[in-house]
């Protein structure tokens, strides 16, 4: 039984230096920069807690009408009840994934 070589890929994948790898620099832009686009990651993250964050602060609200019997409709607040609980469990493995990765890459022998 032969054993054939795997023949090279076609296409222009280049070789990379390890001295030129940055966490993030999938692009060949300079770390820090966010390409002009406005949305670094660090931005994205921030928006997406201050929602979470909004999302419980009017769950809260509307429970505290609720409570209160100035809520007209239960709905509302049963809606932004989930939407906040979902939003958190959300963020919660969005962390854990997040924490997993990092201890992966410690743990890789260099």
């Known amino acids: 039984m032969a054993i054939i070589p795997i023949s090279p ?56 009408k609720a409570a209160t019997g100035d809520l007209q409709s239960l709905q509302d607040y049963t809606i932004a009840s989930t939407e906040a609980q979902l939003l958190t469990q959300l963020t919660v493995q969005v962390r854990n994934k997040a924490l997993e990765a990092f201890n992966d890459i410690m743990r890789m022998q260099v």
């Open 9 to 64: 890929v076609i296409g222009g994948i280049t070789p990379i230096s390890i001295g030129s790898i940055q966490p993030g620099n999938r692009t060949g832009q300079v770390a820090g920069d966010d390409g002009g686009s406005g949305n670094s990651f660090g931005k994205v993250l921030a928006d997406q807690l201050d929602n979470v964050a909004g999302a419980q602060a009017k769950a809260d609200n509307l429970a505290v």
